[in-house]
């Protein structure tokens, strides 16, 4: 029993945070058309009423990258697209790129699933920029109209946390102790 516990103790030691990884969706890699729910790793993606569904830009604020995400269809009310984060992220934004402004787009961010638990920061903007929240861990984001406007997500833009392992065999463990 006392070597189980020390070779966990060396595993929990040894198990390092390696630093977060910055990643960015940019959804040119889907078809026009795609619904997304589970087909980015560690994302599910959901709408409130309707589809999250991969779209065109007609006028697209990143050159050369003209797909989002889009709530379809529009002007369905409530106007959510919520992404569950696992693991869960300290980081989140997106390029706001809209059809139609209106009242804007608010990011908001939980520490529970499919924007449950507490609210733990949020940005809205009226303009075509790169809104984000971070500093805290974030379970789900929700992006939503503030009036009847036309948007779509892009660069969905996250971290994720990475842990770096280092193996030992039992007699390179039993050597620390001598």
């Given at each position: ?18 630093g977060a990884?910055q ?11 795609t ?8 994302l ?5 009423t309707?589809?999250?569904t ?6 697209p ?9 889009a709530?379809?269809?529009y002007?369905?009310?409530p106007d959510?697209?919520?992404?569950d ?5 300290s980081?989140?934004g997106?390029i706001?790129d809209?059809g139609?402004v209106?009242s804007?787009?608010?990011l908001?961010v ?13 940005m809205?903007?009226?303009d ?7 500093g ?7 992006f939503?109209?503030?009036g009847?406007d036309t948007?779509l997500?892009?660069n969905?833009?996250?971290d ?13 463990i039993k050597?620390?102790f001598r």
């Amino acid at each position: 029993m006392k070597k189980l516990a020390i070779s966990l103790i060396l595993v929990c030691c040894i198990a390092t945070t390696a630093g977060a990884v910055q990643i960015v969706e940019t959804f040119e890699g889907f078809p026009v058309g795609t619904v997304l729910t589970t087909q980015i790793p560690g994302l599910t993606i959901s709408a409130s009423t309707g589809t999250a569904t991969v779209q065109t830009a007609s006028s697209p604020v990143v050159p050369g990258e003209p797909q989002g995400l889009a709530h379809l269809p529009y002007f369905d009310y409530p106007d959510y697209l919520i992404i569950d984060f696992s693991p869960m992220v300290s980081f989140v934004g997106a390029i706001v790129d809209f059809g139609q402004v209106d009242s804007g787009v608010m990011l908001t961010v939980y520490d529970g699933p499919g924007g449950t638990g507490n609210l733990l920061g949020s940005m809205a903007t009226t303009d075509e920029v790169f809104i984000s929240v971070g500093g805290v861990t974030i379970a789900s984001a929700r992006f939503e109209t503030l009036g009847e406007d036309t948007y779509l997500i892009d660069n969905l833009t996250y971290d994720q946390d990475t842990v770096a392992t280092e193996s030992l065999s039992w007699d390179e463990i039993k050597s620390l102790f001598r």
